[in-house]
């Protein structure tokens, strides 16, 4: 290869990692289809032609589909694009023979299923939407626009960006077994051997594709199992939630401690706030303010974020910045005020991918003050959505110094709701559930529905929707909350599911994949229909829009900052390196790579924030705005790095909208405090910097934070404004 370019470069060049340019800002209107490889946002396919016609060419932008979450999907887990093509060279139909027309068809990768998207002549051209997981496109001459199957001359093709993997996989060969071993690993490896434990490989479904030449590798940190020196049986078992209600100038006592859990059949030491899974359940009303007395019972030292919740700043529990690390036996004192509605969450800001993953998290439920802020319901349920990776042992081992997993972040192989692996409930039948859903997981894209019940979306991280939506199912990042409404109209039983599209990435092959996390019985005790009429109607807010509309004179100003998401790696192993290929699908909703992401730690990997304007990266930035700033941030997650994926970004003590993605405006806006960020994506944010203090912005995976992605700004208070 005489460019010097690398094969998983070459692949992305060839399948077209294509970025499209930032688009305008009209409501309404789609944006120009053209991609252009050196501006813009999202991923785009290349169409190449037919040999005898060199001339011809285009281009798909895959926009962006409006949806009241961080992208759209199917029920079932597949991303929804809308196709806008732009299209040059092609001759007149008629010179080529008995034709009279072109069409473009959407085809699955093994041509045996086809989509007519409709006509096409050069110029732009718009296809609509289409919710293939990998598909190719092919544009063909034909005798009529009437035509139903394809059988005229084939003049350009291309293929999704979700099917680069394919490409990827025929460029490298497997090293021969034994080829990769690390003389550095390895040592590092028998140190840890010396102190009881020793690597062993992470846990892989039966379905997915080993990769050869790597069982001899290990990561490059020490093994670090909680409580790995406690006597097990001497541990307090764990219990589950209780519910605690508090009143203004309440306190709680808050105690993080090594507890004794058993997980399908495993007993092991997990941590837990009071000794209870997940943490209390704190239920406070809108305006209040409590005390809570925190003691660190376990074996590293931790602090308490209290996510999503516009406090003072010296309680937010960011260690670094707004306070040290709290020590094992130590205490801290935070003052938590709830001045959002909403559903919301604590856990550590300390070795999240540890101390999380084992355990310490926590919802909070502010009721609101306004009668009637939400819609009637016959009761109402909070579900902490969770996963955890168990092996043989109990949960598989962590790095000590830096987290693995680094690449894609910890996926588990069980997953918890509300700390269980199965989630059970019993109503009446005709009742309507309010559910207040949390994603805690470290890294997991779920996508929940009811099977076959009818359900809505009212609100998400700080408060409701501008307006109420149908929606079949619900897509949380990590941190991320969502407020659903679900009518159970039937006898019998609901299963909780959450249904995705699993990658195989050694193979680039994605298969629908469903996860039963529970089972609603419906029909116990006779009929209970009280709400029907309030859960068919779809709810405008008035007092929603009434809160945003002091910012819509910001939306369409110029970017005040502009940051750009990738990646640095060095030091990786060969085999790990050459299987990195930029984007390959907006979300990852499966570690589709278990060997490879196990083997990256945050020594070898490092996750950027980069400034766009300053070059600045993670913890250099160190933004300033004054107190009452409308801030529009835009964030483009340049699908050009080397593994580019999704990352729920998440700012600390304010609140934001997201007006567009990808230029496409929002249709339905909620306050949120973390937004998903999906692969080769633009989008806009607009922060309210009400609170003043200096404050974190990160990604809510674990392993990514771990891994160095994070910046600080600060609010500086009114007072001091036009100092």
Known sequence: MTSGRSPARLATLLLCACIAPRFAHAQGRLPSATCDVDAGATACMTLFPAPDFPGASGRIALLPVASPFGVAVTIDGRARYHLSATIAGLPRPHSLGDYSVYVAWAYTLALDSAVKLGVVTNGQADFGELDYTQF???????????????????????????????????????????????????SEGAMAGMHGMSWTMPPMTSAMSAMGGMSALEPSVTPFRAGATVDLASLPPARPRRVVHLRNGDTLALEAQLVRRTIAGKTFVMYAFNGQYPGPLIDVRQGTTIVVRFRNGIDQPTAVHWHGVRLDNRFDGAVGVTQPAIQRGGTFIYTVRFPDAGIYWYHPHVREDIQQDLGLSG???????AAGYYGAVDREETLMLDDILLDAAGPALYGAESPTHALMGRFGNVM???????????VRRGEVVRFYLTNASSARIFNISFAGARMKVIASDLGKFE??????????????????EVEFSRNGSVALVNRVQALDHMVGRYSPETDTLGVVRVGVGGAAARHPAQFQMLRRNADVAADVAPFRRYFDKAPDHSLVLTLRTHDLPAAVANMLIGINAPVEWNDGMPMMNWLATGREVTWVLRDAETGKENMDIGWRFAQGDAVKLRIFNDPSSS?????????????????????????????????????????????????????????????????????????????????
């Open 136 to 186: 190719r496109i092919l544009i063909s001459a034909e005798r009529a626009a009437t035509v139903s199957t394809r059988a005229g001359r084939l003049m350009l093709r291309g293929t999704s960006p979700s099917a680069r993997l394919m490409a990827h996989r025929d460029l490298m060969q497997p090293s021969a077994p034994g080829a990769l071993r690390d003389p550095a690993r390895d």
């Open 363 to 369: 919802n909070m439920l502010v009721r609101p003050a």
């Open 416 to 426: 918890l709701v509300n700390g269980e692996p199965r989630y059970a409930l019993e």
């Open 467 to 484: 307006h109420e939506e149908w929606v079949s199912s619900v897509v949380l990042a990590p941190a991320e909350r969502y407020i659903v």
């Open 643 to 723: 593994h580019a994926m999704d990352h729920p970004i998440h700012l600390h003590g304010q609140r934001f909208l997201v007006l567009a993605r990808d230029g496409m405006p929002a249709t339905n806006l909620a306050w949120k405090d973390t937004a998903i960020i999906p692969a080769g994506e633009t989008v806009d944010l607009l922060v309210d910097m009400s609170n003043p203090g200096r404050w974190m912005l990160h990604c809510h995976i674990a392993e990514h934070l771990g891994a160095g992605m994070m910046a600080v700004f600060t609010v500086v208070p009114r007072a001091e404004r036009f100092r």
